[in-house]
C-alpha cells in the first residue's frame, strides 16, 4: 500500500513539473519572440542530460560535455542578438497578420507539403526513412507555435477585459493547436519506434526550430529591425546550438573521456590483407619450386 501511495505521489509531482514547463513554453512564446525561445528549448536537452548524470548515474562522456558547453554558447549568443518582436497586442491585429499574402501563401506551402508528406510519402518510405515522420512534425510545429503565439494574446486580452471569446480566431486557435499537437506526438512516437532516439532529436530539433523561426520571420517580421551583426550573430548562435545537441546526442554511446583520449585517437590495427585466390595459387608454386630446388641442391 506504501509503494503504490508513493508512486503515485511521484506520478503526480512529475505530472506538475511537466504541467509547469509547458505552461512557463507557453508563457514565453506569448511574451517573447519566437525566433529565441524555440532555439533556447536546446537548454530543456542540457538540463535533461546533466540531471540524468548525477541523479539517474547515467555517463556523460567528454563529447556530451563539450556539446552541453556548445549550446550554452550558442545560447547565449541568442540572447545577446535577439530580434525585437512586434508589438501585437489584439486579436484583429493578429487577424491581420494572418490575412497578409505572404503568410497566406506560405502557410498553404506548408498544408500542401504537409498533406504530401502524411497520405504519399509517409504510408510509402515513413519506415524506412527517418526525415518522414520528423518533416512531419516540424511543419506542423509551425502551426501550432503560430497557435500559441495567438492564444498567448488571446489571454493577454482576456484579462484586459476585451471580448476574445466572441472572436471567432479565438476558437480557431484552438482547434488548431490541438489538432496540430495531436498530429506532432502521433508522428513524434511514431518516429522514436522505429529509429534510434539519438538519432530523432537532433534532426527533429533542427528541422522543427528551422521551420519555426522562418515561420515567425513571415508572420511577425521579427528580423526586419535587426543589424547586419545581429543577423549574423543569431544564425552563428543557432548553429552552436545545433552542433552541441549534435554532440550531446549522436556520441552519447561512446566511452570518451580524459582519460582514454590518447587510446581513442591511436590508430587501430592493421585489418588483415585479403588474398585472392590467384595469390594463394601463387604462393603455393613458389613454395613447390623452392622445395624442388632445394632437393637438387642436395
Known sequence: MQKVLCNSLVFIFLVCLVGGGEAANFAAYAFAPATIVTPLGALSVLISAILSSYLLGERLNLLGKLGCLLSLVGSTVMVIHAPEDEEVTTLEEMTSKLKEPGFLAYAAILLALCFL?????????????????????????????????????????????????????????????????????????????????????????????????????????????????????????????????????AFKDMDVSFGNLPQVLQNEEPAPVTRDDKNILIEVDNSRGGELRHCLWQ
Open 117 to 249: 508528406l502524411i497520405f504519399y510519402l509517409a504510408p510509402r518510405y515513413g519506415q524506412s526513412n527517418i526525415l518522414i515522420y520528423l518533416a512531419i512534425c516540424s511543419v506542423i510545429g509551425a502551426f501550432s507555435v503560430s497557435s500559441v503565439k495567438g492564444l498567448g494574446i488571446a489571454i493577454k486580452g482576456f484579462f484586459a477585459g476585451q471580448p476574445v471569446l466572441q472572436n471567432p480566431l479565438t476558437w480557431i486557435l484552438v482547434i488548431t493547436l490541438v489538432a496540430s499537437i495531436t498530429t506532432q506526438i502521433n508522428y513524434l512516437n511514431k518516429s522514436l519506434d522505429i529509429f534510434n532516439t539519438s538519432l530523432v532529436f537532433p534532426i527533429y530539433y533542427v528541422l522543427f526550430t528551422t521551420i519555426v523561426i522562418t515561420t515567425s520571420i513571415i508572420l511577425f517580421k521579427e528580423w526586419v529591425t535587426m543589424t547586419v551583426v545581429d543577423i549574423i550573430g543569431t544564425v552563428c548562435g543557432f548553429l552552436t546550438i545545433i552542433l552541441g545537441v549534435f554532440l550531446l546526442h
